[in-house]
């Protein structure tokens, strides 16, 4: 699109919420990221946690929204029934499968039978349309240019890339770069998808002492994704999915290892821990 894109960071936890005094800095809301262009249009990455909030700052906005899930983890959907524009009447939800046939339709919708949450989607005021052809195809109709990449993650997730003017961001929360078992996607084909993209943001929740435990659990080690950004040649790497457990000092300290590592091995690169607010333009 011709219009310039705001990328804003609502959610940016793993696993669960977090909440508390040592992850009020960096946030305890899981993942979600809008991509908004003007009054028009706003793309939703995600529903876990984090869609709250943005709910609240959309509420006033008349653009046009699309929710497109990376996958259907509760901490990827959990936070869809508090969106408050589901409760505005004759508001337009494009929700987007990633692949069809690859998910139920009403993926984000299945939790609220009544059962599992006191609304059901029959009570919702909303008008939420089920977008039944391929995600790449449709975004492409509605002028937003969108690639994705299928990755390495438990039940199946993709990443996605939007390119914007020139400029590109890729999103990929959840992703175990080298898993053991089956290797859906190599890292030479995440260097390929990622490359020279002006921001990366992609899961490094994990530390080399969190292994061996946690190997196969579908998340990235640090020194894995600043390897990843190093060759990609992105211009900026934004740690994503923090550890449940992970207070903000620690993630401090991540961040600054992060930094002194890229500084010695690919300077060109700029980092940063993700915190709940942090925007950028593409």
């Known amino acids: 699109m011709a219009q310039e894109a705001l990328v804003t960071l609502w959610g940016v936890r793993g696993s669960i919420p977090s909440p508390g005094p040592t992850t009020a800095r960096y946030g305890g809301n899981t993942s979600c990221v809008s991509v908004e262009w003007g009054q028009e249009k706003c793309l939703i990455l995600d529903a876990g946690s984090g869609i709250r909030g943005l709910g609240k700052h959309l509420v006033s906005s008349k653009a046009e929204l699309y929710l497109l899930l990376t996958h259907v983890h509760w901490d990827h959907i959990q936070g869809f029934p508090f969106f408050d524009p589901v409760y505005q009447p004759g508001r337009r939800i494009h929700l987007v499968p990633s692949v069809v046939g690859s998910e139920k339709l009403y993926f984000a919708l299945e939790q609220m039978d009544g059962a599992h949450f006191p609304v059901r989607v029959a009570d919702l005021l909303s008008q939420n349309r089920c977008i039944i052809e391929d995600s790449v195809t449709f975004f492409g109709s509605q002028g937003i240019d969108l690639k994705r990449i299928p990755v390495n993650h438990p039940g199946g997730a993709y990443g996605y890339r939007i390119n914007n003017n020139g400029r590109s961001f890729v999103y990929i929360p ?82 600054n290892k992060a930094r002194s590592w890229l500084a010695e091995h690919a300077p060109k690169v700029q980092c940063a821990a993700a915190h709940e607010g942090l925007s950028f333009s593409i």
Request: aromatic fraction near 8%.
């Open 174 to 255: 959840d992703n175990e770069l080298e898993p053991p078992g089956t290797v859906t996607t190599t890292h030479r084909q995440f260097v390929q998808f990622c490359h020279q993209a002006d921001y990366l943001i992609h899961d490094a929740q994990y530390l080399p002492q969190d292994m061996p435990l946690k190997h196969g659990w579908g998340h990235s080690v640090l020194h894995q994704v600043l390897q990843l950004a190093a060759e990609a040649e992105v211009k900026n790497l934004v740690l994503f999915h923090h550890d449940p457990d992970r207070t903000d000092d620690q993630v401090d300290d991540i961040q």
